[in-house]
C-alpha cells in the first residue's frame, strides 16, 4: 500500500520534472521564450534588390534558423514619402502639423511595432542613398523629440570600395539619437565584378555574426548608455529646456517625459556610470548659461 506520504512525494517530484520540461520546452535552456515572435523591420534603402537587399536576407536566413522571427521589408522606392523642405514646422508645433500628408505615420508605427530595427543601404557617392537620406529627413523631428528606447537597431550597408565607415558612422549617430539602442553594424566591400571565395566567405561571416548579435540583443534589456549618448541627453535637456517659446512643441515633449527635471540623469530608466553623469551635467550648466547669454543678445 501507498502511504500519504509517499504519494505526495511522487506527486511533488512529478511536478517539478513536468515543471522543469515545460520551462524547457519553452523557454530554452538560456531561459529565453523560444516562442515569442521576434518582429524585425527592414529599411531598405536600396532602390533595388541588389548586394544589400541579398545581405538582409541572409541575415533573416540565419535569425529564422535560431528561433521565432517574422520579417517585413520596408522597401522606401515604393513608399510614399516626400521630401522635406526644411519649414521648422515640425520643430515648432509638431510632426502633426507637416504639410506633407504622405506614409511617414504609417513608417513610423511600424517601427514602433518592431522589436527590432535594420537600417540597410548601399553607399553611394560616399554616403548614404538617396531613398534612405530622404526617409532621415523626413523624421527630422524625432531627433529632436526621440522616442524608440526600447528597440534595438542592426546597421547595415554594403559598397563597391569606399564609403562604409562614413555611412555607418552617420546611421549609427541617426539611430542613436532617435533613442534605438544600436547593438551591432556590419559593412561590406562588395565589388561590381565578381569576387573571390575567400571574400564571400568572409562577408558571410560578418552576416551570421550580425545575425547572431541581433538576435540576442533583441531578447535582452536596454544596455546602460555611453559617454556620447549621456552628452547627447544633456545636451538637448538643456537646449530644449531654455527654448521653452522658441520650439513649444519639443518643450513640451520633454516636460511631459519628465526629462527637464534635474534628477533626470537619461532618456529612460537605465543605470548611468556616474562620471558620464557628472560630465554631462557640467557640459549642461555651461551650455544653459550660453544660451541665456545669447538670448539676451538678441533681445537687444
Not at 62 to 76: K, Q
Not at 182 to 197: A, D, E, K, R, W
Request: hydrophobic share 40%.
Amino acid at each position: 500500500m501507498f502511504s500519504a506520504r509517499s504519494i505526495i512525494i511522487d506527486l511533488s517530484l512529478f511536478f517539478v520534472g513536468f515543471t522543469r520540461s515545460y520551462y524547457t520546452h519553452y523557454f530554452g535552456k538560456s531561459g529565453r521564450n523560444v516562442f515569442k515572435v521576434m518582429k524585425v523591420l527592414v529599411i531598405m534603402g536600396s532602390p533595388r534588390k541588389g548586394n544589400t537587399y541579398r545581405a538582409a536576407k541572409k541575415i533573416e536566413e540565419s535569425m529564422r534558423s535560431m528561433g521565432n522571427v517574422e520579417f517585413e521589408y520596408l522597401m522606401l522606392k515604393d513608399a510614399d514619402l516626400s521630401q522635406c523642405s526644411g519649414c521648422f514646422v515640425c520643430f515648432i508645433k509638431g510632426e502633426n502639423h507637416c504639410p506633407h500628408k504622405d506614409d511617414a505615420s504609417i513608417i513610423e508605427q511600424k517601427m514602433h511595432a518592431a522589436d527590432g530595427v535594420i537600417f540597410a543601404t548601399p553607399v553611394y557617392g560616399m554616403n548614404v542613398s538617396a531613398l534612405m537620406k530622404t526617409f532621415i529627413d523626413r523624421f527630422s523631428y524625432i531627433f529632436h523629440r526621440p522616442r524608440f528606447f526600447d528597440k534595438k537597431a542592426l546597421l547595415l550597408s554594403t559598397t563597391g570600395a569606399l564609403g562604409l565607415k562614413e555611412v555607418i558612422d552617420y546611421l549609427k549617430l541617426v539611430a542613436g539619437v532617435w533613442g534605438f539602442e544600436v547593438v551591432h553594424s556590419v559593412g561590406l566591400v562588395t565589388p561590381p565584378m565578381q569576387i573571390s571565395n575567400k571574400k564571400e566567405q568572409e562577408n558571410n561571416q560578418k552576416l551570421e555574426k550580425a545575425a547572431f548579435v541581433f538576435y540576442n540583443a533583441l531578447q535582452k534589456k536596454r544596455s546602460p548608455p555611453g559617454l556620447r549618448e549621456v552628452f547627447i541627453f544633456h545636451a538637448q535637456k538643456a537646449s530644449f529646456g531654455e527654448l521653452g517659446q522658441k520650439s513649444p512643441a519639443d518643450y513640451t515633449y520633454w516636460k511631459e517625459k519628465g526629462w527637464l527635471s534635474p534628477k533626470a540623469k537619461y532618456y529612460v530608466d537605465v543605470r548611468v556610470n556616474p562620471v558620464y553623469n557628472a560630465i554631462g551635467w557640467i557640459s549642461e550648466q555651461m551650455l544653459k548659461r550660453k544660451m541665456r547669454k545669447d538670448l539676451l543678445e538678441l533681445q537687444k
